[in-house]
């Protein structure tokens, strides 16, 4: 079994400033990329921000400058650095890992439940 569980989620202020975590755990071989989704009400999911098992980061332009993806290997966990946010960034908050399980050879993307994120004054 693998859980994905995503942790940081609340009400901020807009302007103000978010760290979301998200951990890996179970019969885990191997991870490759991780990362965060976010879907808002009436609208699709969208992807936020990926970064690679080396480090290689990917932003969707309406976060660049905003926020910062990283994480720690040994760990298995993923985190969101989120400043300066804004009303529209009101969303649930996915994070994924696309691992390969022990035992298995193909990897599959697991998902987080999700974590809320309500940005208002």
Known sequence: QVQVVESGGGLVQPGGSLRLSCAASGSISSINAMGWYRQAPGKQR?????ISTSGRTNYADFVKGRFTISRDNAKNTVY?????LKP??????YCYADLIRIGHYVPHNYWGQGTQVTVSS
Not at 46 to 50: C, L, S, Y
């Open 80 to 84: 969101l650095q989120m400043n300066s």
């Open 46 to 50: 969208e992807m936020v921000a990926i």
């Open 88 to 93: 529209e960034d009101t969303a649930v908050y």
